[in-house]
């Protein structure tokens, strides 16, 4: 298994981003300097210029990118299950345009909060077959890309549906949406899954990618985590992807970053 962090390439509103703002060169090299293998990005609308610049800037410090969000268009409302079908309809044009800048990062897509929330007393039939339908035409772009789709299981508060693993199973079989794998995040496990090992077993199939972070969504080991029941249960599905850290920075960005990869690192050695 790898360990990566999380950066954000602007000022983001998600408060579980370690490294952020726009000197993206100090926060590569500090990133890298701390041993992490890699990064999930959370970008902005980058230009073709930043996109060469950036690529340049991770292949200097040896930094894969395991996930690239687009945090920016959630941030503005446009989600894949808008109830206004041109909402939807800009939502794809604009995913359709980020999957292209994961492609080149050769990256992951993950489809967190971007999936938009079920309307009140509507059906969670109806909203699905609407976040179906939307994610059917994403798919055809991420294969002929070669971007891995991933649906991230999100806590109740954040999403009011697809919280845990079973429910994203699911949707994916029920809808034959199988090319969609699933990133697991501990910190909405922790609040939504009965054991979060026996969930991380029964993600065996579809299991693309990991955040962690503890139950108070600081850098794992700050809470009350069981974390060699969570890697013991990685290494018996045989997962070898990263453990990206999605976590709040406390006491200081660098006290956390650099007790977050040595807490893991401890544990994955023994
Ligand atoms: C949101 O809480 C989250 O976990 C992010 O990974 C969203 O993409
Ligand atoms: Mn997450």
């Given at each position: 298994m790898k360990i990566g962090t999380c950066l954000a390439t602007f000022k983001t509103k998600f408060s579980a981003v370690s490294f952020t703002g726009t000197d993206i060169e100090a926060n590569l090299r500090k990133i890298s300097s701390l041993g992490y293998q890699g990064v999930d990005i959370f970008l902005h609308r980058i230009s073709p210029v930043e996109l060469d610049t950036l690529l340049e800037l991770l292949t200097k410090e040896a930094l894969e990118v395991a996930a690239a969000a687009a945090i920016w268009i959630t941030e503005q409302g446009i989600t894949?299950?808008?109830?206004?079908?041109?909402?939807?309809?800009?939502?794809?044009?604009?995913?359709?345009?980020?999957?292209?800048?994961?492609?080149?990062?050769?990256?992951?897509?993950?489809?967190?909060?971007?999936?938009?929330n079920r309307i009140e007393d509507e059906s969670y039939?109806?909203?699905?077959?609407?976040?179906?339908?939307?994610?059917?035409?994403?798919?055809?772009?991420?294969?002929?890309?070669?971007?891995?789709?991933?649906?991230?299981?999100?806590?109740?508060?954040?999403?009011?549906?697809?919280?845990?693993?079973?429910?994203?199973?699911?949707?994916i079989e029920t809808y034959g949406l199988k090319q969609v794998r699933l990133l697991v995040d501990t910190f909405h496990m922790n609040i939504e899954e009965t054991k979060i090992d026996k969930a991380i077993l029964s993600s065996e199939e579809y299991l693309a990618h990991m955040h962690v972070a503890d139950s108070n969504r600081g850098v794992p080991g700050f809470g009350h985590l069981d974390y060699n029941a969570?890697?013991?249960?990685?290494?018996?599905?045989?997962?070898?992807?990263?453990?990206?850290?999605?976590?709040q920075s406390f006491p200081s960005v660098e006290v956390s970053a650099k007790a977050g990869i040595d807490y893991l690192r401890s544990l994955l050695i023994r």
């Open positions: 894949l299950s808008h109830k206004e079908p041109e909402k939807r309809k800009e939502a794809l044009m604009l995913l359709n345009e980020h999957i292209e800048v994961a492609a080149k990062l050769k990256a992951k897509f993950p489809l967190g909060p971007i999936r938009g039939r109806s909203y699905e077959q609407r976040l179906a339908e939307t994610l059917r035409r994403l798919i055809d772009k991420s294969e002929t890309l070669g971007v891995t789709l991933m649906l991230e299981p999100v806590n109740r508060y954040e999403c009011n549906t697809l919280n845990r693993v079973d429910q994203c199973i699911d949707f969570i890697l013991q249960a990685l290494v018996s599905i045989n997962y070898s992807g990263f453990l990206t850290m999605e976590s």
